[in-house]
């Protein structure tokens, strides 16, 4: 099956700081998806981006679907962007999320 | 537009009992997909409703097992329940069965002891 890689799996970063966090899939995707999941365990949808770069106010991302990877990118962090922060691919021919390992950020005041 | 709802938002049970956890799917919604996410890892698919039929599933056994309603809220009910079944529950809706986005509830957080 489909295999999703997140880098860095760790991260700590001073309030103010930008931050690029990658995901990389083996397999051609119908769907990509980034969320963030805060302390609670909700996940939050951040971005639904099987190619392209969309953008959403410090938070931006970009997916080039032909060379299977995703990028999130987070401007100006702020302590409230702490938390895990998964992409999830949905491979071609199925129904089924697979989430990445996740990258636990953590941003410093 | 009313979310994904989740009930309930904790839950203790003991080895061998069986539970039922519900998922309201967003409004509009006619796919449910429900996830475990075990502590320190990313959420599992463990199966997919839509139209009140299982789309397909991931691997779980038997024990898991579901339900979609007419309208298309959705029941996850495990039986025999295991240590290891602890977890974070959660349940995704979506429009179609595959292609645009997955929405999510805040989860059910289940303990066994």
């Known amino acids: 099956g489909i295999q999703v890689e997140q880098s860095p799996p760790d991260l700590i970063l001073q309030e103010g700081a930008n931050s690029t966090l990658r995901c990389n899939f083996s397999?051609?995707?119908?769907?990509l998806q980034w969320f963030h999941q805060n302390p609670w365990g909700q996940l939050i949808n951040l971005f639904y981006?099987?190619?392209g770069t969309k953008q959403n106010g410090r938070l931006s991302a970009t997916t080039v679907a032909t060379e299977r990877y995703s990028l999130l990118y987070i401007s100006s962090s702020q302590t409230t962007d702490s938390g895990v922060y998964f992409c999830?691919?949905?491979?071609?021919?199925?129904?089924?999320?697979?989430f990445g390992t996740g990258t636990r950020l953590k941003v410093l005041a | 537009e009313t979310g994904v709802t989740q009930s309930p938002t904790h839950l203790i049970k003991t080895r061998g009992q069986q539970v039922t956890l519900r998922c309201s799917s967003q409004?509009?919604?006619?796919?449910v997909s429900w996830y475990q996410q075990a502590l320190g890892q990313g959420p599992q698919f463990i199966f997919q409703?839509?139209?009140?039929?299982?789309?397909g599933r991931g691997n779980f056994p038997p024990r898991f097992s579901g339900l979609q309603f007419p309208n298309y809220s959705s029941e996850l009910n495990v039986n025999a329940l295991e240590l290891d079944d602890s977890a974070l529950y959660l349940c995704?809706?979506?429009?179609?069965?595959?292609?645009?986005?997955?929405?999510f509830g805040p989860g059910t957080r289940l303990t066994v002891l």
């Open positions: 995704a809706s979506s429009v179609r069965v595959a292609g645009g986005p997955q929405y």
């Open positions: 409004s509009g919604h006619n796919t």
């Open positions: 409703y839509y139209r009140e039929e299982e789309n």
């Open positions: 397999d051609s995707v119908n769907n």
């Open positions: 981006i099987p190619s």
């Open positions: 999830a691919v949905e491979a071609q021919g199925t129904y089924k999320y697979i």
